[in-house]
């Protein structure tokens, strides 16, 4: 079914986020044009208390236009993730995060690097600074595999091809492939599709639990090689973070950014 097709009342209505494209091509242009304001706190954050919030909250300021603009891009290019017009939309937020990124790759190296003392009176004197204590403790987490503010910038500004792998998976796993039609309960064929095969997979008849696995694994397997090749990018960009950052392996490289230990992974694995 087509986007066109679908009633509108099922639909996500993005005007609530900006009214049409060129509204959000304003607010695109207007962060692009203020990207010397990003470092505007750099060297600054152990001043004082007030100045650290300030820099706090202008961070998030700019973050917050970001995922605006990503959420209306995003969810424009997943109605139909073959429209050129969105999926442009999507790779120009990309490269933008990514300029933003590298402007912003100070701020992390600069926080981690204030003593843990300071920030605890900083927080005394600016109450509202604890509503901020897990951040601070997550970037003293990540301080032992951080980079030089310069060498951060470079990563940064390269995310896009990091993230390359993933972007590959998604346009050929969402746009690219098409699943054989199955037959449900009651026996009317029905469309097969990534949204549905959960659903079909919780029938209570095994058939349809078959047939939902058979079509799905049938078109991924008529893409192994190249979802295997995607697989393969995706480890060498966790093993080069591990090299760079001296983890002890691209899996706990993969897993520290959210805090989960390998031996959860492992359990995961044995369960």
């Known amino acids: 079914m087509k986007r ?22 304003a ?31 202008h961070r998030e300021a700019i973050a917050l236009q970001l995922w605006t603009l990503a959420t209306y891009a995003f969810h424009r290019s997943d109605e139909d993730t ?75 500004r390269a995310s896009q091809i990091f993230e390359s792998p993933d972007e590959i998976y998604g346009i050929l796993s969402n746009a690219d492939m098409t699943f054989d039609p199955i037959d449900n309960e009651k026996g009317e064929t029905v469309e097969m599709s990534h949204a549905h095969y959960s659903l079909y997979l919780e029938s209570r008849d095994p058939r349809v639990r078959r047939e939902a696995f058979a079509s799905m694994y049938k078109t991924f397997g008529q893409f192994r090689n190249t979802c295997a090749t995607t697989l393969s990018n995706a480890i060498r960009v966790n093993t080069y973070n591990k090299n760079i950052r001296g983890f002890k392996s691209g899996r706990e490289a993969s897993l520290f950014k959210n805090a989960v230990p390998e031996s959860v992974y492992d359990s995961l694995l044995e369960a």
Do not use: C
């Open 4 to 25: 066109s097709e679908v009633p509108a009342e099922q639909t996500w209505d993005m005007t609530t986020v900006f009214a049409d494209p060129d509204t959000w091509e």
């Open 82 to 156: 073959a429209d050129p017009v969105f999926m442009a939309m999507k790779g120009r937020f990309g490269a933008l995060m990514a300029a933003v990124m590298g402007e912003d790759a100070w701020f992390e190296p600069e926080l981690a690097n204030i003593p843990e003392e300071t920030i605890s009176r900083f927080i005394e004197n600016k109450p509202e600074l604890s509503d901020y204590r897990h951040f601070f403790d997550d970037i003293l987490r990540e301080k032992e595999y951080q980079l030089s503010p310069e060498e951060e910038a470079l990563l940064a």
């Open 27 to 57: 607010s695109f242009a207007d962060l692009s044009g203020e990207m010397g304001q990003v470092g505007k706190y750099s060297g600054r954050l152990s001043e004082s208390a007030e100045t650290l919030f300030e820099a706090i909250k």
